[in-house]
């Protein structure tokens, strides 16, 4: 050790039990010596505690230490540093990382703090490496907005996990995080469909990756009459039967209908069978039947959220309250009438326009809009998927590190091409 490295930590041994500023200095400096940042992992003032947690030289040995931490900023400083962390690791180190600090995530993961579980839980969402315990822990939160992106998206929950959660969760919303899983089983989608937890359902139709058997998809239908909210989704439905086809005719609106018409998987004998299904629905209709009406009224699939979601919508944009996250727990809960109203405040774009652009399924659209709202893109896939029907396969994805896929010209003229 040269003289000027030596005077540099006698130095910092000096800070170290020195004034509270020249704590906290020491402490955010990523020169810091890891033994003296150790050391002041036990500080007894917050602020130097809270530089210690954000501070990405800390030794991990200190983690645990901070995740039982009395302040809860600095937890939360702890929890953030893991998520941001998380993305530059590789794979064998991040494996490293939560093998040293499994006991402090487990400790995170209990924190009375829901936004300190909620951080925690975004960032082993899609984990492989995470520590099966703690995302199982997760899994079963009460809040959704823990729980809901696991149940989602991770990769360790397995059937005998997820069909416990269906059966013991009271958290709305759960069974609709579930739903929108990649691949899931017929054996979950049974227990989803027997909850007759409606939204639940409608994104599990709306899941191309999600395996229902015809006996389960006639039980929908049966039902389904009572529900408009699962009618688009049911006429979306890949590969249904000619038997489900003629069904589902009977039971959606008029222009629902059109849509099922023009299915191009169809074949001779459907299609003829269907045409006479519009014939008479068409007579119908001219007679002014109860029947249709009531179908008429049941167009768009969001139209039976309640009108509450669009004059809470209205009060958060004006309390400058409006943000991604609440658009994004809105969506979680299933109120899509919430998010189509947030995104017509934040774009400035007529709620009309947007429903015309999402009946056309076109995810460039819907990207397009959240960019003029100024959110992400995570968000935009959320919104593809489950406010504009589009399949998971057919979703426009961000490129590296979050960036829009289309430019900025073809996103103006999306929004230009929307508003007319």
């Given at each position: 050790?040269?003289?000027?490295?030596?005077?540099?930590?006698e130095?910092?041994?000096?800070?170290?039990?020195?004034?509270?500023?020249?704590?906290r200095?020491?402490?955010?400096?990523?020169?810091?010596?890891?033994?003296?940042?150790?050391?002041?992992?036990?500080?007894?003032?917050?602020?130097?505690?809270?530089?210690?947690?954000?501070n990405?030289?800390?030794?991990?040995?200190?983690?645990?230490?901070?995740?039982?931490?009395?302040?809860?900023?600095?937890?939360?400083?702890?929890?953030?540093?893991?998520?941001?962390?998380?993305?530059?690791?590789?794979?064998?180190?991040?494996?490293?990382?939560?093998?040293?600090?499994?006991?402090?995530?487990?400790?995170?993961?209990?924190?009375?703090?829901a936004?300190?579980?909620?951080?925690?839980?975004?960032?082993?969402?899609?984990?492989?490496?995470?520590?099966?315990?703690?995302?199982?822990?997760?899994?079963?939160?009460?809040?959704?907005?823990v729980?809901?992106?696991?149940?989602?998206?991770?990769?360790?929950?397995?059937?005998?996990?997820?069909?416990?959660?269906?059966?013991?969760?009271t958290?709305?919303?759960?069974?609709?995080?579930?739903?929108?899983?990649h691949?899931?089983?017929?054996?979950?989608?049974?227990?989803?469909?027997?909850?007759?937890?409606?939204?639940?359902?409608?994104?599990?139709?709306?899941?191309?990756?999600?395996?229902?058997?015809?006996?389960?998809?006639?039980h929908?239908?049966d039902?389904?009459?009572?529900?408009?909210?699962?009618?688009?989704?049911?006429?979306?439905?890949?590969?249904?039967?000619?038997?489900?086809?003629?069904?589902?005719?009977?039971?959606?609106?008029?222009?629902?209908l059109?849509?099922?018409?023009?299915?191009?998987?169809?074949?001779?004998?459907?299609?003829?069978?269907?045409?006479?299904?519009?014939?008479?629905?068409?007579?119908?209709?001219?007679?002014?039947?109860?029947?249709?009406?009531?179908?008429?009224?049941?167009?768009?699939?969001?139209?039976?959220?309640?009108?509450?979601?669009?004059?809470?919508?209205?009060?958060?944009?004006?309390?400058?309250?409006?943000t991604?996250?609440?658009?994004a727990?809105?969506?979680?809960?299933?109120?899509?009438?919430?998010?189509?109203?947030?995104?017509?405040?934040?774009?400035?774009?007529?709620?009309?326009d947007?429903?015309?652009?999402?009946?056309?399924h076109?995810?460039?659209?819907?990207?397009?809009?959240?960019?003029?709202?100024?959110?992400?893109?995570?968000?935009?896939?959320?919104?593809?998927?489950?406010?504009?029907?589009?399949?998971?396969?057919?979703?426009?994805?961000?490129?590296?590190?979050?960036?829009?896929?289309?430019?900025?010209?073809?996103?103006?003229?999306?929004?230009?091409?929307?508003?007319?």
């Open positions: 050790m040269s003289g000027a490295d030596r005077i540099g930590y130095e910092a041994k000096r800070q170290a039990r020195g004034t509270p500023d020249e704590r200095r020491l402490a955010a400096d990523p020169e810091t010596r890891p033994e003296i940042l150790y050391f002041l992992a036990e500080d007894e003032a917050a602020e130097v505690r809270r530089e210690i947690a954000r990405d030289k800390t030794p991990l040995q200190a983690t645990r230490m901070l995740a039982t931490d009395r302040d809860e900023d600095v937890r939360l400083a702890l929890v953030e540093k893991l998520a941001r962390l998380t993305p530059t690791l590789s794979v064998e180190e991040r494996a490293g990382v939560y093998e040293q600090i499994e006991g402090a995530l487990e400790t995170l993961a209990r924190d009375q703090l936004h300190v579980r909620q951080v925690l839980a975004t960032a082993l969402k899609d984990l492989v490496e995470a520590p099966i315990e703690v995302v199982r822990r997760l899994a079963h939160d009460e809040e959704l907005s729980c809901g992106p696991v149940l989602e998206y991770s990769p360790l929950l397995s059937d005998e996990d997820l069909l416990e959660i269906v059966a013991c969760t958290t709305a919303g759960a069974h609709a995080a579930i739903s929108r899983r691949q899931v089983s017929s054996t979950v989608s049974d227990a989803i469909v027997r909850t007759g937890d409606t939204d639940a359902i409608a994104d599990l139709l709306a899941n191309n990756s999600a395996q229902i058997r015809e006996e389960t998809l006639d929908i239908i039902q389904a009459s009572q529900k408009p909210r699962l009618h688009a989704p049911l006429v979306r439905r890949p590969k249904l039967s000619s038997k489900a086809v003629l069904r589902i005719a009977e039971i959606v609106a008029d222009k629902l059109e849509e099922l018409n023009g299915r191009l998987d169809l074949d001779q004998a459907t299609q003829t069978a269907l045409a006479n299904v519009v014939q008479t629905r068409l007579r119908d209709d001219s007679e002014q039947s109860p029947a249709s009406n009531g179908r008429q009224l049941a167009d768009p699939d969001w139209a039976e959220s309640s009108s509450d979601s669009k004059v809470s919508a209205e009060e958060l944009f004006r309390t400058g309250k409006l991604e996250g609440s658009i727990d809105a969506l979680l809960s299933g109120d899509k009438r919430f998010a189509m109203s947030a995104l017509s405040l934040t774009t400035g774009v007529a709620e009309a947007i429903a015309s652009m999402l009946s056309s076109n995810p460039k659209g819907i990207v397009a809009l959240v960019w003029k709202a100024k959110f992400s893109m995570d968000l935009a896939v959320r919104l593809q998927m489950q406010l504009g029907g589009i399949p998971p396969g057919k979703t426009l994805r961000g490129r590296s590190r979050g960036g829009y896929p289309l430019s900025v010209e073809e996103m103006e003229w999306q929004i230009e091409f929307m508003t007319g």
